[in-house]
């Protein structure tokens, strides 16, 4: 298995662009989240999928950011507009079941950069 | 709410010594503990996990015992490498999928 597809791997782009990042679960797993990664505040749980459904999105900062799911293979992350502030690692990981049990599979992240 | 408490860093050591990264945590009902970890430039991975009170985790040499009666799950290992060099999350997941980490402690090993 290929594991976690994000893409892009780095990201640059002015403050006031759009941006959108990209995920691809493992397939077959029905969960799906999105984390962000700063030094100053850790890392951070965005939103969370369970079939393809918005669970928590409790984490998403404000209005700007947005996520979808069309479907079992595909989530995207929407940034608009970007700020500096953004600038952060962003992850996505999947898994299976949904028990507590159960491990997350993480992707190599896209490093997000907003000057 | 649930949290995770674990020792900031950085932790330097050099090769072979012995590591403890503590972590506690508070959670109503019976999590489960994780640790992962992250090594320069990647994401995150499992490393080891228990799911229940006195469970042992353990691979590559490193281990955590779930320990109800002081909510820990201190991470160990006897004979550090260079190669262990990374960042180092305490995470617990609880009646569901999501999980609460800790801030993170990055462990540096020396030759």
């Known amino acids: 298995d290929a594991g976690v597809i994000q893409s892009p791997r780095h990201e640059v782009t002015e403050m006031g662009q759009e941006v959108t990042l990209r995920c691809k679960p493992i397939s077959g797993h029905n969960s799906l989240f999105w984390y962000r990664q700063t030094m100053m505040r850790g890392l951070e749980l965005l939103i969370y999928f369970n079939n393809n459904v918005p669970i928590d999105d409790s984490g998403m900062p404000e209005d700007r950011f947005s996520a979808k799911m069309p479907n079992a293979s595909f989530s995207t992350l929407k940034i608009q507009p970007s700020e500096p502030r953004d600038s952060a690692v962003y992850f996505c990981?999947?898994?299976?079941?949904?028990?507590?049990?159960?491990?997350?599979?993480f992707g190599p992240g896209t490093r997000l950069t907003v000057l | 709410g649930d949290s995770v408490t674990q020792m900031e860093g950085p932790v330097t050591l050099s090769e072979e010594a012995c590591l403890t990264i503590?972590?506690?945590?508070?959670?109503?009902?019976?999590?489960?503990l994780f640790w992962y970890v992250q090594y320069p430039g990647e994401g995150l991975q499992l490393l080891l996990k228990?799911?229940?009170?006195?469970d042992k985790g353990s691979n590559k040499g490193f281990e955590a015992t779930y320990r109800k009666e002081t909510t820990s799950f201190h991470l160990e290992k006897g004979s550090v490498q260079v190669s262990d060099s990374a960042v180092y999350f305490c995470?617990?997941?609880?009646?569901?999928?999501?999980?609460?980490f800790g801030g993170g402690t990055r462990l540096m090993v020396k030759p």
């Open positions: 990981a999947s898994t299976s079941q949904g028990g507590s049990t159960d491990t997350q599979y």
């Open positions: 995470a617990l997941s609880n009646a569901g999928n999501m999980l609460t």
């Open positions: 228990a799911t229940k009170a006195d």
């Open positions: 503590n972590c506690t945590y508070t959670a109503t009902g019976y999590p489960s």
